[in-house]
């Protein structure tokens, strides 16, 4: 910042002040100020297959709740704040696993819309049909931590805890890299972003008839056009709907589980 002389005028004569400077010295500047938010350095998961490896992980070591961390995590996007907060009526009305549900972002206050896919559905199904006492307004990932006084805690995990649960377990699985629980919102991001399949996808076919829609509205940009037809949001729930992480994972062990008690 610039160096700001004070003046002051007295009738016909100027009076000139020393320059002040009005910026803290470099030393007294909080340090988180000065420091990139580290968020930004979290690793997404690259792999499909890598995804496969957690989710198994956790299913395999009777972790349910872990496993669907990430699945949640992975196929929503949604930040950690907002994904330990949804309750079980959120996701299941009339018995029936939803199709989309809204929830208000806690950090920008705007409602989105979360769309479940087939591996967040039998995922949650999946834990629904090893939790007996669920109740409505239960937090899906729950506290398993328990009151001095012996009763459960009615709460969600702590955003530390779901930290710890993300880079523990990757941790475990061996796959090297930087993870926190912004990985579970970058990993879907890269994995829409990247696939090879995203044309063959793409909810709008005919690129020079968008083109002439724009003109006709007289758009300023495509973007504009996509937002005023609708096309954004369609084009989202497609994407998410087949993005399904951890779904093979998930179908594996429930085959296993199922060849096993048949003994």
């Known amino acids: 910042m610039p160096e700001v002389a ?35 350095t979290m690793t997404p998961i690259e ?15 009777g972790k349910l709740r872990d496993a669907m961390l990430f699945v949640i995590g992975f196929n ?17 009305r009339d018995g029936q696993i939803v199709e989309s549900f ?44 328990y009151c001095s006084s012996g009763t459960k805690r009615d709460n969600f995990i702590s955003r530390q ?11 475990a699985v ?10 579970l919102r970058k990993t879907p991001s890269m994995q829409i972003m990247t696939a090879e399949s995203l044309a063959d996808h793409s909810v709008v076919k005919n690129e020079a008839g968008l083109q002439a829609v724009q003109m006709f509205l007289n758009h300023n940009s495509i973007s504009s056009t996509f937002h005023y037809v609708g096309i954004l ?7 998410v709907m087949r993005l399904n992480l951890g779904l093979e994972a998930i179908q594996k062990y429930k085959e296993e589980h199922n060849a096993s008690s048949h003994y």
């Open 6 to 40: 004070i003046y002051m005028t007295n009738h016909n004569n100027i009076i000139q002040f020393p320059k002040q400077k009005l910026e803290a010295p470099r030393d007294q500047i909080p340090k988180q100020k000065l420091e990139a938010p580290r968020d930004q």
């Open 47 to 61: 792999s499909r297959d890598d995804v496969n490896k957690i989710v198994s992980y956790c299913l395999n070591n």
């Open 76 to 92: 929503t996007g949604l930040r950690v704040s907002d994904l330990i907060r949804i309750q079980i009526q959120d996701v299941l």
């Open 102 to 145: 809204r929830v208000r972002e806690i950090k920008t206050s705007k409602p989105v819309t979360v769309y479940i896919n087939q591996a967040a559905k039998e995922m949650l199904t999946l834990y629904m049909e090893h939790k007996q006492d669920l109740s409505p307004e239960s937090y899906l990932f729950e506290n398993l931590s």
């Open 161 to 171: 805890a779901a930290w710890k649960i993300v880079k523990g377990t990757i941790r």
């Open 174 to 183: 061996g796959i090297e890299g930087k993870y926190g629980t912004h990985t």
């Open 233 to 239: 949001g369609k084009q989202l729930k497609a994407e």
